[in-house]
Structures are given as C-alpha cells and as structure tokens.
C-alpha cells in the first residue's frame, strides 16, 4: 500500500502476471482507509504503443475495495503497467504502485465430433464436424484422415460465420477402423491446437473398439 502524507493509501494488484490472451482476469485493490462509494481511476500503460496511457473509472465497495474483470481480456499481446490513484479528502492525489504484466498469446481448443450416431456405410457420405475456440473469421482447419492401413490425407475446411466447420464426402471405400483428427496452426494472437483422434469403425463390431477420443456432435 502505498500512503501519503495525510495518512491516506491505495494498493492494486494483478490477478497474474502472465496472462493469455483474451483471458478474463482480475484487478482488484483497496484505500486506506476502508471508505466506501469512492472514485478510482485505473491507468493502464503498454510498452512501445502511442495510443496509450488508458484510463478507467471505478468506485469502491463498501468495504472500500474495488475490483475490475473485464478490461485485461480485452488487451493485445504486449507489456503493459498499471497503476490506480485517488484524490482523498485533503484533496491530494495518491497513487498505488504500478504493477507490471505480460499478455501472451491466447489458446485456443479444436474439437473433431462426428455429427450422427448412425453406422457408417462404405460408398455412402458422412459427415465430420467441431469448431474452433475462440471463435475467428474463416480460419482454415486441416482435417486429417487416417485410413485402417494407416495412410493418412489431409483436407482443409474453412470454418464458418458460426464458429463451426464441417466436412461431407465418402470417406469409406472399404472396412476397418478410420481415424479424424483436426488440427489449427495458430496464428499471431493464438497458439495452434489439434482435437482428441476421432475414432470410426465401419463394417466392424463397433461394440469390441475401444474409443479413445472424439465424440458425437449435439
């Protein structure tokens, strides 16, 4: 906490200090004393970047603390600082430490689901479908295919305006178990990411295959 002259202080404090992208996170801190319904302004700095510093308004509870969860999800990867000040009751301007913190890249979740619980027929289509977390603008998903000898395709998808993809075609050209698994390279905001194997038996006992991963699709 820092404390003025007058005997007023504030303090502020980070949730994290490395924090991915697009994650909700928490600032949070409090005035000494404890006086409540007070206003809070929070500076936010970024290293390298003319269009800041930003300010945000608070007020304190009553229990004089205030809290914050919805500005650093909102942030670009980079350093930023942040530091929160009030004006006490002696009219001075008191100011917490500054506090420094990293945002990173974001990640990101692929699923890979099979869209009917229907049998899988040879020489008939089927259909493959998931998305993309968080949710972009047509990003390409590869969609990987290995067959029951082990050779493996790959076909890209792009993804919708509804944050999901989907691929229709006759997969099956004889029986055995096949194998989906998605995959996102990422790009300057998110890492990459692949789903869980996606695991359908055609013409087989579908009862005696253990399922390792994937799903049915809602």
């Not at 914050?68 to 929160?84: H, K, N, R």
């Not at 790959?154 to 989906?180: H, L, M």
Request: glycine letters at 10%; one cysteine or more; aromatic letters at 10%.
């Amino acid at each position: 906490t820092v404390v003025s002259n007058s005997g007023s202080g504030i303090y502020a404090n980070v949730e994290k200090e490395v924090i991915p992208k697009g994650e909700r996170t928490v600032i949070y801190g409090g005035l000494f004393p404890n006086i409540p319904d007070r206003p809070v302004i929070l500076t936010l700095d970024k290293e390298g970047d003319t269009t800041f510093p930003k300010s945000k308004n608070l007020h304190t509870d009553q229990y004089g603390k205030f809290r914050e969860t919805e500005w650093i999800a909102t942030l670009g990867i980079g350093e930023y600082s942040l530091q929160a000040s009030w004006t006490d009751d002696m009219a001075q301007k008191i100011q917490s430490q500054i506090i420094p913190f990293t945002v990173e890249k974001g990640l990101s979740h692929l699923t890979c689901l099979r869209k009917s619980s229907a049998e899988p027929e040879i020489g008939t289509d089927f259909s493959v479908n998931g998305s993309l977390s968080p949710a972009l603008s047509w990003p390409i998903i590869s969609l990987r295919m290995t067959d029951p000898d082990g050779q493996f395709s790959d076909i890209s998808v792009q993804q919708d305006i509804s944050a999901s993809w989907e691929s229709t075609r006759n997969f099956f050209n004889r029986r055995g178990i096949w194998k989906f698994r998605a995959y996102w390279p990422g790009n300057a905001d998110y890492t990459g990411c692949e789903s869980d194997e996606l695991i359908i038996p055609v013409g087989t006992d579908a009862g005696r295959v253990i399922i390792l991963g994937g799903g049915l699709a809602d």
